[in-house]
């Protein structure tokens, strides 16, 4: 599993092959069950992990309603990333969607390894870039985009989610019901057929 890390983070920065060890020292592998949390609200979150396989959703609870903020596919890092930054406790879960394979390093080893090679800082600000990113999105189009229209670009940048994760996962994710998904997929549908 370490090797998919390995060839993920010299794609991205160019580490030699010794710096590339540090990772077989500083990070471990995890096994989830589907339904299985990485993290759970109400603690403190000491790890980032890395998906070699499978899915992580990242969701919050709101008046005892899930609210699911992202899904994670391999080659993403994931993290309740205030707590792990600020020590706080989390509010946010990370749930397997199915058996998933994470690298992870835990924080205190995160910044023995920012010590032992500075590139790995560079990575991790790479990363953490990265991530605020794609928060940032994921607001903008909760906050401007019609549903349809966020359907539209998840069909379009992570059309993998519709065959891995249920329904009623992606209409959440969408900021939707379960019965407008159903709709807008068969307006969807009707447009195509015109269309052909």
């Not at 879960?93 to 995160?110: D, F, G, S, V, Y």
């Not at 401007?144 to 009623?168: A, T, V, W, Y």
Request: with cysteine; charged share 30%.
């Amino acid at each position: 599993m370490r090797d998919e890390l390995k060839t993920f983070c010299k794609n991205t920065v160019p580490f030699t092959e010794e710096e590339l060890q540090f990772i077989d020292i500083y990070f471990e592998e995890k096994h989830l069950k589907k339904k299985e949390f990485l993290f759970q609200a109400g603690k403190v979150c000491d790890v980032i992990g890395f998906i070699v396989k499978g899915t992580i959703r990242h969701f919050h609870t709101k008046d005892g309603e899930e609210k699911t903020c992202d899904i994670s596919l391999e080659n993403c890092w994931v993290t309740d990333f205030q707590s792990f930054t600020h020590h706080t406790t989390g509010i946010m879960n990370l749930q397997a969607m199915e058996n998933t394979m994470l690298c992870i390093i835990r924080k205190e080893n995160l910044y023995k390894l920012y010590r032992e090679c500075n590139k790995y800082e560079t990575f991790g600000r790479l990363m953490t870039e990265q991530a605020a990113v794609r928060a940032t999105e994921i607001a903008m189009s909760l906050s401007s985009d019609k549903p349809e229209e966020r359907f539209n670009n998840l069909l379009k940048n992570r059309s993998g989610l519709f065959q891995r994760i249920p329904q009623k996962y992606i209409a959440n994710l969408l900021g939707i019901s379960p019965e407008s998904l159903s709709r807008i997929q068969r307006r969807i549908h009707a447009k195509s057929k015109i269309l052909t």
